[in-house]
């Protein structure tokens, strides 16, 4: 599974359980940069998104994800430019 399945999949999960105004605010233009060594780099756009994932969304992301590929034991937050289309 790619990077891009794997996230597409979380965030299948995760849009079925948060508000759509959450949704969209909080998930909007991210990403898995990397996945290695079981951890996984979500970019995101800013640093305030960044924050709030770290701190409101973390546990339930990392389930998400896990749910696809139970490997997954970290996930690291990276501000990083949208993916290009």
Known sequence: M??????GRAL?????????????????????????DGAVTVGVPNGFSKEWLENKFHKFILKSLRTHSPEIRAINYSIAAPSPT
Do not use: G
Not at 2 to 7: A, D, G, H, Q, R
Not at 14 to 27: D, H, P
């Open 12 to 36: 299948t999960e995760i849009e079925l359980t948060v508000s759509r105004a959450n949704f969209v605010t909080w998930f909007k233009d991210t990403r898995i940069l990397d996945f290695a």
């Open 2 to 7: 790619t990077n891009e399945e794997l996230w």
